[in-house]
């Protein structure tokens, strides 16, 4: 079992850089592949991006691929999400998920998950 906690999260402009964090405070990450999603104000929580446990696959949503990148240090626990050019359509809470072993795109696959961390990209 593990706990995650999300940091990193903020207001910046359209265009900018931002690297979210999701750490386990509880258990160890090392045996799970790690995902993000993220759920913007009235829609549906949607795919990010995942990595599988040993750090060889790495998959991302449409709208993310070439500007997102996900990143695990499973010596630091941690797992990231660095975030490019970022848009106002980017605006969301990001939430961090593990599920034990197999990478998943399917929200419903995944059995635990952090508290989110707002991101707001202002025009």
């Known amino acids: 079992q593990v706990q995650l906690v999300e940091s990193g999260g903020g207001l910046v402009q359209a265009g900018a850089s931002l690297n979210i964090s999701c750490t386990a405070s509880a258990g160890t990450i090392t045996n799970y592949a790690m995902a993000w999603f993220r759920q913007a104000p009235g829609k549906e929580r949607e795919f990010v991006a995942v990595i599988s446990q040993n750090i060889d696959t790495t998959f991302y949503g449409d709208s993310m691929s070439g500007r997102f990148t996900i990143s695990r240090d499973n010596a630091k626990n941690a797992v990231y999400l660095q975030m490019n050019s970022l848009q106002p359509g980017d605006t969301a809470v990001y939430y961090c998920?593990?599920?034990?072993?197999?990478?998943?795109?399917?929200?419903?696959?995944?059995?635990?998950w952090g508290q989110g961390t707002l991101v707001t990209v202002s025009e």
């Open positions: 998920a593990a599920r034990r072993l197999i990478a998943s795109l399917r929200e419903s696959a995944y059995d635990y």
